[in-house]
């Protein structure tokens, strides 16, 4: 048996072990925290994580913008540079980056818009 062969069958088994564990892990971990909980006389019910809306939206804008751009990148490489010889990684490391802080910026305005309309009291 080849190298490559022994890290295949190293990898299918480290892999789903490693997920396990990881998941065993947190789940473990958020009853461990519960239970300490319970103990102090808390109600875990009563603490449990609000939802972040801003850092869904700037995760979607983020996503949104880097597949705008691998798109805009992908159409400039078969369109407009298609008769260069040369590989045009850079267009699209560029494009995703220009386009997902576009998203990035994006939700900070609509993020301090809102801030704006709650410090007014609307």
């Given at each position: 048996m080849d190298r490559t062969a022994e890290l295949g069958v190293l990898a299918g088994i480290l892999v789903p072990t490693a997920m396990f564990a990881l998941i065993f892990g947190i789940v473990y971990l958020s009853k461990r925290?519960?239970?300490?909980?319970i103990e102090?006389?808390?109600?875990p019910r009563r603490y449990k994580q609000k939802s972040a809306p801003y850092d869904t939206l700037k995760g979607g804008l983020l996503f949104i913008g880097a597949g705008l751009g691998l798109f805009l990148a992908y159409l400039l490489d078969h369109t407009v540079f298609r008769n260069v010889d040369e590989d045009n990684?850079?267009?699209y490391?560029?494009?995703i980056a220009i386009f997902g802080g576009g998203g990035l910026f994006l939700s900070y305005l609509i993020e301090k818009?809102?801030?704006?309309k709650e410090d007014k009291g609307e």
């Open positions: 925290e519960r239970m300490a909980m102090r006389g808390m109600d990684v850079a267009i490391f560029a494009l818009k809102d801030g704006d």
